[in-house]
């Protein structure tokens, strides 16, 4: 797990941005590249962590957190490369690949063992990606990586559509970009 | 001509996939199959023509739950090749290493993957509804061993800091020393989980195993000793090979192993225990004690008493290293350049049991030919025997009480499916 542009001493309840998944499974490093993307387009103070650890750990990182904004990748709900947005429906939502391990849980497993054990955000946005090659290998399949800028620009917007001066600030610093 | 058929097309809370087929006739277990359908993944043919060194990253990646125990075999099995040896602080590393990985494992498999099973639930998200404590201490303790991987792994799976020799980077004092509060709870948490599961209904079963483990002179085993088993033998793990043999089945992907000459044997926490009890610390030889765990453990469904006596003594042991820790010098033993082909064999005790690895070198250091016995493999018949046995004392229980028996049995011994395919779905016939 490799943390982002959070500062010491933020606040906790500072919006979090969490891409999941594995990058050594082709599309289900979408999530990861997703994170990395908007790493340096999101206000000051947001936290981007890039996590690729057994999903338990996902419980202690958004525990108490404010606004998480979660990226992962999906399959079985359309084309690929289509981008799913999910919040109250997100008990219902099936978020698993082909298993690479049933030793862990998934995110969606993990989001309900949160909420048996008092460790959930105050809100949860899960952005869902559809891939299409899960096998063994690094690299994202044409169709999911051509639908990465848009699925960082979700993710911004996300963050920052609640608080207008924050997106303000996202914006001017992409235009300088 | 009565015939009954169970099938489990896919064992859950198990790593990997696998099925378990049972065939009885006239009440009499005809076959048991505990059918591993993950596919080979070819480790071993992978390694040829690899760079020595490369063989503790690339095993790495043949677990994402034990990896340690892929690397640290890898690695003593070059620098017996190689001739070199790692003691004192890097030696004590290596143990604080296998501790994080120990307790992340064991705490994952007591409390995610086999308490459901003892407590009447499906899974551990169930039971976290009615026993949240339980599932808080069993993440808590995950999570200690998870900050030892990152810090001395550089990262909780699939560490990346491990080299024949010793490490990359060692971690510094105040990075080892910020374990300690996480450990030192741990510890705690770990008496908690024995007493916990001592109090889990248990099956009235005796099985005779024929346990196999390392043995140590002075150790509860992590990295070295002897190979020894509970029939008398014990043998350098260069002779592994002329005690052992594995053998192709054909409804498992994964070799199964015996006794040359002899029959099924089980690797693991039980054998360890068996064989070094008294190698553990006072602690946890104490909490065993208080919770009337018996010398030699024959009973597998008392197998998860046997893990949480092993998170004691890993905890005990991870804050014995971090105390008395000083920098070496330099974080790993040079190897002297390979001029000639040379071939080493190394064991060491991965969560799930003894882990052997042998390679051949040739006169540039490359990987001639690896071989990689993982202890799933090793205990694949002894499980089928368990569940043969408890078959036919259960004949009478219906489908489902049955299949969740068997199921339950098989998690006894935490089966690691992806590594011994380097599996579960249960199919019961009756005929």
């Given at each position: 797990m490799t943390e982002g542009s959070d500062a010491p001493g933020e606040p906790r309840r500072a919006p979090l941005v969490i891409g999941v998944g594995n990058r050594h499974r082709h599309d289900d490093a979408v999530g990861?590249?997703?994170?990395?993307?908007v790493r340096d387009r999101l206000p000051p103070g947001v936290r981007v962590v890039v996590f690729e650890g057994e999903s338990t750990g996902l419980l202690d990182l958004w525990s108490g957190a404010g606004l998480v904004v979660l990226v992962d990748a999906i399959a079985g709900r359309g084309r690929p490369g289509a981008i799913h947005r999910f919040e109250e429906d997100f008990a219902t939502f099936s978020d698993v690949p082909p298993p690479s391990s049933t030793h862990g849980l998934s995110v969606t497993e993990a989001w309900r063992l949160g909420g048996l054990l008092g460790q959930r955000p105050e809100r949860l946005v899960v952005f869902g990606v559809e891939g299409v090659e899960?096998?063994?290998?690094?690299?994202?399949?044409?169709?999911?990586?051509?639908?990465?800028?848009?699925?960082?620009?979700?993710?911004?917007?996300?963050?920052?559509r609640r608080s207008p001066g924050n997106a303000r600030a996202a914006a001017g610093r992409r235009s300088d970009a | 001509?009565?015939?009954?058929?169970?099938?489990?097309?896919?064992?859950?809370?198990?790593?990997?996939?696998?099925?378990?087929?049972?065939?009885?006739?006239?009440?009499?277990?005809?076959?048991?199959?505990?059918?591993?359908?993950?596919?080979?993944?070819?480790?071993?043919?992978?390694?040829?023509?690899?760079?020595?060194?490369?063989?503790?990253?690339?095993?790495?990646?043949?677990?994402?739950?034990?990896?340690?125990?892929?690397?640290?075999?890898?690695?003593?099995?070059?620098?017996?090749?190689?001739?070199?040896?790692?003691?004192?602080?890097?030696?004590?590393l290596r143990?604080?290493?296998?501790?994080?990985?120990?307790?992340?494992?064991?705490?994952?498999?007591?409390?995610?993957?086999?308490?459901?099973?003892?407590?009447?639930?499906?899974?551990?998200?169930?039971?976290?509804?009615?026993?949240?404590?339980?599932?808080?201490?069993?993440?808590?303790?995950?999570?200690?061993?998870?900050?030892?991987?990152?810090?001395?792994?550089?990262?909780?799976?699939?560490?990346?800091?491990?080299?024949?020799?010793?490490?990359?980077?060692?971690?510094?004092?105040?990075?080892?020393?910020?374990?300690?509060g996480s450990v030192e709870h741990a510890l705690s948490?770990?008496?908690?989980?024995?007493?916990?599961?001592?109090?889990?209904?248990?099956?009235?079963?005796?099985e005779d195993y024929e346990f196999v483990a390392l043995r140590h002179p002075e150790e509860y085993p992590f990295n070295e000793g002897r190979i020894e088993s509970s029939a008398g033998l014990s043998i350098d793990a260069e002779e592994y090979e002329s005690a052992f043999e594995e053998f192709q089945v054909a409804h498992s992907n994964a070799l199964q192993s015996v006794r040359k000459g002899g029959g099924s044997y089980l690797v693991g926490p039980m054998a360890r225990y068996a064989?070094?009890?008294?190698?553990?610390?006072?602690?946890?030889?104490?909490?065993?004690?208080?919770?009337?765990?018996?010398?030699?453990?024959?009973?597998?469904?008392?197998?998860?008493?046997?893990?949480?006596?092993?998170?004691?003594?890993a905890c005990e042991e991870a804050l014995r290293?971090?105390?008395?820790?000083?920098?070496?010098e330099r974080p790993w033993v040079?190897?002297?350049?390979?001029?000639?082909?040379?071939?080493?064999?190394?064991?060491?005790?991965?969560?799930?049991?003894?882990?052997?690895?042998?390679?051949?070198?040739?006169?540039?250091?490359?990987?001639?030919?690896?071989?990689?016995?993982?202890?799933?493999?090793?205990?694949?018949?002894?499980?089928?025997?368990d569940l043969r046995h408890l078959v036919a004392r259960s004949l009478d229980l219906d489908e489902p009480a049955l299949t969740a028996a068997c199921e339950h049995a098989i998690r006894n011994h935490d089966p690691c499916i992806s590594c011994a395919t380097h599996f579960l779905s249960l199919d019961l016939v009756r005929e």
């Open positions: 990861l590249d997703a994170a990395e993307r899960f096998t063994p290998g690094i690299g994202l399949s044409p169709p999911v990586a051509a639908t990465l800028d848009a699925v960082a620009e979700a993710v911004v917007l996300e963050v920052t | 001509m009565t015939e009954r058929t169970i099938a489990v097309n896919y064992l859950a809370r198990v790593e990997g996939e696998g099925a378990l087929r049972v065939r009885i006739r006239d009440r009499t277990v005809e076959e048991v199959e505990l059918r591993i359908f993950e596919p080979p993944r070819f480790f071993e043919a992978f390694l040829r023509g690899r760079a020595y060194a490369e063989a503790p990253d690339v095993t790495a990646r043949i677990c994402g739950i034990c990896p340690v125990a892929y690397q640290m075999s890898a690695c003593h099995a070059m620098e017996r090749a190689l001739g070199i040896r790692v003691d004192g602080t890097l030696r004590d143990r604080l290493l296998y501790c994080g990985e120990w307790i992340e494992s064991h705490a994952l498999h007591i409390y995610l993957l086999h308490a459901p099973d003892f407590l009447g639930y499906p899974d551990a998200i169930q039971l976290a509804r009615d026993h949240p404590e339980a599932v808080r201490r069993g993440l808590a303790l995950k999570k200690a061993g998870n900050s030892i991987m990152r810090v001395l792994g550089g990262r909780e799976i699939h560490p990346i800091n491990v080299r024949v020799g010793g490490f990359y980077r060692c971690p510094g004092p105040e990075e080892l020393a910020d374990l300690r948490l770990a008496e908690e989980t024995v007493r916990f599961v001592a109090g889990f209904d248990f099956p009235a079963v005796e064989l070094n009890g008294d190698r553990l610390t006072p602690r946890a030889r104490g909490v065993a004690r208080e919770v009337g765990l018996e010398n030699v453990v024959r009973n597998p469904f008392r197998s998860v008493i046997v893990r949480a006596v092993e998170v004691v003594f290293i971090i105390d008395r820790y000083r920098m070496p040079d190897a002297p350049a390979v001029d000639r082909p040379v071939h080493g064999a190394a064991a060491t005790e991965a969560p799930r049991g003894l882990l052997y690895h042998r390679y051949e070198l040739d006169a540039g250091g490359a990987i001639r030919t690896a071989r990689i016995v993982a202890p799933t493999s090793q205990n694949q018949k002894r499980i089928e025997d």
